[in-house]
């Protein structure tokens, strides 16, 4: 298609020189000549100021990655209104099963030491101690978090001394993350603090056997609108047990078998990297990059799995499960893909959807003429890491055994499949069938527009150029761009619908992207672009 020619100087012509000069390197036009991508500055300060829609590092941490942690209690440490918003609004969907009955399910309740003024100027250790002996008392968790706010770094409570101590008390793990707000310059901060304490005191600990000839950890998996419950329907349709995710409806129980899986599957890199990475280097366990979000990805994701494991049984029943689920959709999505196509979009997420939302737009006929995230690093725009990094023992037949102890040399040489010589994993990538998942610039429309943590004056620029049809967003967007006469769609909540994931996902997601362009209330409305100048004033 053709895509509005955009100059991005004029854009950003009212802005005073510094900032233009800032934001000018957070903006990359997609060129199909160039033989690479455009450096994008990202993870990199907000500039003061500006209405960026990012969140904090304790959002990251406890908002994002522990607060979903079902039989945890998750304690913020802080004044209320931290507590508050981290916590109805992100629906950590949580259901009991074998291991976690219903009383111990506390993801979904809020706790906080709901610090005062005099806590702030006197120190609010004794209250927390407190609160932690109230806990245990009254709800017996199997294990406690506690995450700091921005004054409790800012007033020096020392939430180690106190976690170690209530420890003692009680017999139980207290862990505690040192995630004050101003930490880092986004939510990413408080991913990877998340992500080592969960690495240094969860996984590993635990000795129950996982039971399943293929285990799967389903990483960067947030369960928002029930997404992982629709994905682990089909893993374990076909054959696969899915020993725990990360963190979405996660228990404590099942995170500390974690380090006995045959195979993590990373949804969203950007928040959790880090533990894949941790894990491969300290149990040999390989990682693959999935995506659940469109159908051809979807597809792409179940045959990539299947791949690892070189079982024939199980290549079968992928395929079976793919030609059912298919056939089930169809029809319905292409009713929807008829009121979709053509259109065009706006996404606008935190660190990993917007590309994988890019697919699933495409199934629906749907083009992406720009797209953002809010904190994502570099190697999620460029796509730098092509290659899957699964690794594996290359002379053995066998998948790594269960409860493998840390191997360095069973696990050299790099990019070998496990059970796969290195020219079926060249085949296989030349065919297209692993090394799908690249990023978002090479997978932009020629002349698109990739953004780095978007502002509202930025946003009403894009949409007044390119007027696209209908904008994913979050909370913080969602209006400005209502107010503009354009539809859009929570990105983060789903605007309370879902599961987007897989086949029936899939056709969730077209049925309210359909609704959304076909409401007549749009229309009703006179972007301020048309109004007349007196009008505006
Ligand atoms: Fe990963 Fe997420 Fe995202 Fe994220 Fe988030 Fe989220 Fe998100 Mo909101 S972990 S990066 S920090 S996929 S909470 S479930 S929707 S910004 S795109
Ligand atoms: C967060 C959580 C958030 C916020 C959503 C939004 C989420 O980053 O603190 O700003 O619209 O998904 O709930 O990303």
């Known amino acids: 298609m053709t895509v509005t020619d955009?100059?991005?100087?004029?854009?950003?012509?009212?802005?005073?020189?510094?900032?233009?000069?800032?934001?000018?390197?957070?903006?990359?036009?997609?060129?199909?000549?160039?033989?690479?991508?455009?450096?994008?500055?990202?993870?990199?300060?907000?500039?003061p100021g500006i209405i960026t829609q990012r969140g904090c590092?304790?959002?990251?941490?406890?908002?994002?990655?522990?607060?979903?942690?079902?039989?945890?209690?998750?304690?913020?440490?802080?004044?209320?209104?931290?507590?508050?918003?981290?916590?109805?609004?992100?629906?950590?969907?949580?259901?009991a099963d074998d291991r976690t009955p219903p009383e111990q399910i506390?993801?979904?309740?809020?706790?906080?030491?709901?610090?005062?003024?005099?806590?702030?100027?006197?120190?609010?250790?004794?209250?927390?101690?407190?609160?932690?002996?109230e806990i245990v008392e009254i709800f017996h968790p199997r294990a406690i978090n506690v995450c700091a706010t921005c004054p409790i770094g800012l007033i020096g409570d020392d939430l180690g001394a106190v976690s170690k101590a209530a420890e003692e008390r009680h017999g139980i793990p207290v862990i505690h993350y040192n995630c004050e707000g101003y930490k880092g310059v986004s939510q990413s901060a408080g991913h990877h603090i998340a992500n080592n304490q969960i690495m240094d005191r969860i996984i590993g600990k635990g000795t129950e056997k996982v039971d399943g000839k293929y285990v799967l950890n389903f990483l960067g998996e947030y369960n928002i609108g029930g997404d992982a419950w629709e994905i682990e329907r089909l893993l374990e349709e076909i054959g696969y047990t899915v020993g725990s995710t990360l963190t979405g409806d996660s228990a404590y129980a099942n995170i500390k078998n974690m380090h006995q899986a045959h195979l993590n599957l990373v949804q969203c890199h950007r928040s959790i990297n880090y533990i894949a990475e941790m894990m491969e280097t300290k149990y040999g366990i390989p990682w693959l990059k999935v995506n659940f979000i469109g159908i051809d990805a979807t597809i792409n994701t179940l045959r990539e799995i299947a791949q690892c494991f070189g079982d024939d049984d199980l290549t079968a029943r992928t395929e079976l499960v793919i030609e059912r689920e298919?056939?089930?959709?169809?029809?319905?999505?292409?009713?929807?893909?008829?009121?979709?196509?053509?259109?065009?979009?706006?996404v606008f997420v935190g660190?990993?959807?917007?590309?994988?939302?890019?697919?699933?737009?495409?199934?629906?006929?749907?083009?992406?003429?720009?797209?953002?995230?809010?904190?994502?690093?570099?190697?999620?725009?460029?796509?730098?890491?092509?290659?899957?990094?699964?690794?594996?023992?290359?002379?053995?037949?066998?998948?790594?055994?269960?409860?493998?102890?840390?191997?360095?040399?069973?696990?050299e040489p790099p990019h070998l499949h496990l059970n796969m010589p290195k020219e079926r994993y060249d085949e296989l990538v030349a065919s297209g069938i692993l090394n799908e998942y690249r990023g978002m610039y090479p997978d932009m429309v020629n002349g698109g527009i990739m953004i780095d943590d978007a502002n509202h004056f930025e946003t009403e620029e894009l949409v007044e150029v390119f007027k696209p049809d209908l904008i994913f967003t979050g909370i913080k967007d969602k209006y400005v761009t209502h107010k503009m006469g354009l539809p859009s769609k929570q990105m983060h909540s789903y605007d309370y619908s879902g599961p987007y994931t897989c086949f029936k996902g899939a056709v969730t997601f077209a049925k309210d992207v359909a609704h959304s362009l076909s409401t007549p209330a749009w229309k009703m409305i006179t972007p301020p672009w048309e109004q007349k100048e007196t009008e505006q004033r």
């Open 326 to 346: 298919l056939a089930a959709v169809t029809p319905e999505l292409e009713r929807y893909r008829k009121i979709c196509t053509g259109k065009t979009a706006f």
């Open 106 to 133: 506390y993801s979904a309740m809020c706790f906080s030491t709901d610090m005062q003024e005099s806590d702030i100027v006197f120190g609010g250790e004794k209250k927390l101690a407190k609160m932690i002996d």
């Open 57 to 95: 590092c304790y959002a990251g941490c406890k908002g994002v990655v522990v607060g979903p942690i079902k039989d945890m209690v998750t304690i913020t440490h802080g004044p209320i209104g931290c507590a508050y918003y981290s916590w109805g609004t992100r629906r950590n969907k949580a259901r």
């Open 351 to 411: 660190g990993s959807r917007s590309h994988h939302y890019q697919y699933l737009l495409r199934n629906l006929g749907m083009e992406v003429l720009v797209a953002g995230y809010e904190f994502a690093h570099r190697d999620d725009y460029e796509g730098r890491e092509v290659i899957p990094t699964i690794k594996g023992d290359a002379d053995s037949k066998n998948i790594p055994e269960l409860h493998v102890e840390p191997d360095p040399e069973m696990y």
């Open 6 to 47: 955009v100059n991005v100087d004029e854009i950003l012509a009212p802005f005073p020189d510094k900032v233009k000069k800032n934001r000018k390197k957070h903006i990359v036009k997609k060129d199909e000549s160039a033989s690479s991508c455009p450096q994008i500055e990202a993870n990199t300060r907000t500039v």
